[in-house]
T-cell receptor, first 111, second 112 residues
Framework: QQQVKQSPQSLIVQKGGISIINCAYE??????FPWYQQFPGKGPALLIA?????SEKKEGRFTISFNKSAKQFSLHIMDSQPGDSATYFC??????????FGPGTSLSVIP | DTEVTQTPKHLVMGMTNKKSLKCEQH?????MYWYKQKAKKPPELMFV???????INESVPSRFSPECPNSSLLNLHLHALQPEDSALYLC???????????FGQGTRLTVV
């Protein structure tokens, strides 16, 4: 119930392409869904986040799509760049409870 | 200042040593966290402090001992660690338990 599933485990995208990472959850009490980006040897950095009353949120080249009925959400990275190569974690939490992380997706953007 | 600062960046310690990891934030956040991260895995929550009181202990072995001296500082005291405790130790903070957490750069710990 507390698990967040994430796919794919790894992703290779051509420069300029669209990177898509999908996540799913079971616990309907989750009310906050952040995405974190982590470069090797660094701490995770909050990238973008969404609450379930919104179906889509866009910040620059990064878009979260949220499907409450399917209990799924996804990250789209438009015009992917080599500098986007990192590990991406989706996550979910309820108010006053801990963040549950997905297992992560290793993204490589090749020139 | 929007940073969570962790020291040291790297630490090598023997199994009989005692050492401490330090974390500092000046964002006025009232919740602070310790996470442990192994290679190619997501961060695992260890401890949560809220308003300087221990709020969550995720059944962490007693060889890890957290301390929150004030609202800006968080320490993790280490003693009698095992080689399998080698990992990236991350500190994070948030305005309160409801809001998003901001992570520090981590301390890379190696136990020999």
């Amino acid at each position: 119930q507390q698990q967040v599933k994430q796919s794919p485990q790894s992703l290779i995208v051509q420069k300029g392409g669209i990177s898509i990472i999908n996540c799913a959850y079971e616990n309907t009490a989750f009310d906050y869904f952040p995405w974190y980006q982590q470069f090797p040897g660094k701490g995770p950095a909050l990238l973008i986040a969404i609450r379930p009353d919104v179906s889509e949120k866009k910040e620059g080249r990064f878009t979260i799509s949220f499907n409450k009925s399917a209990k799924q959400f996804s990250l789209h990275i438009m015009d992917s760049q080599p500098g986007d190569s990192a590990t991406y974690f989706c996550a979910a939490k309820t108010s006053y409870d801990k963040v549950i992380f997905g297992p992560g997706t290793s993204l490589s953007v090749i020139p | 200042d929007t940073e969570v600062t962790q020291t040291p960046k790297h630490l090598v310690m023997g199994m009989t040593n005692k050492k401490s990891l330090k974390c500092e934030q000046h964002m006025g956040h009232r919740a602070m966290y310790w996470y442990k991260q192994k290679a190619k895995k997501p961060p695992e929550l260890m401890f949560v402090y809220s308003y300087e009181k221990l709020s969550i202990n995720e059944s962490v072995p007693s060889r890890f001992s957290p301390e929150c001296p004030n609202s800006s500082l968080l320490n993790l005291h280490l003693h009698a660690l095992q080689p399998e405790d080698s990992a990236l130790y991350l500190c994070a903070s948030s305005q309160d338990l409801r809001t998003e957490a901001f992570f520090g750069q981590g301390t890379r710990l190696t136990v020999v």
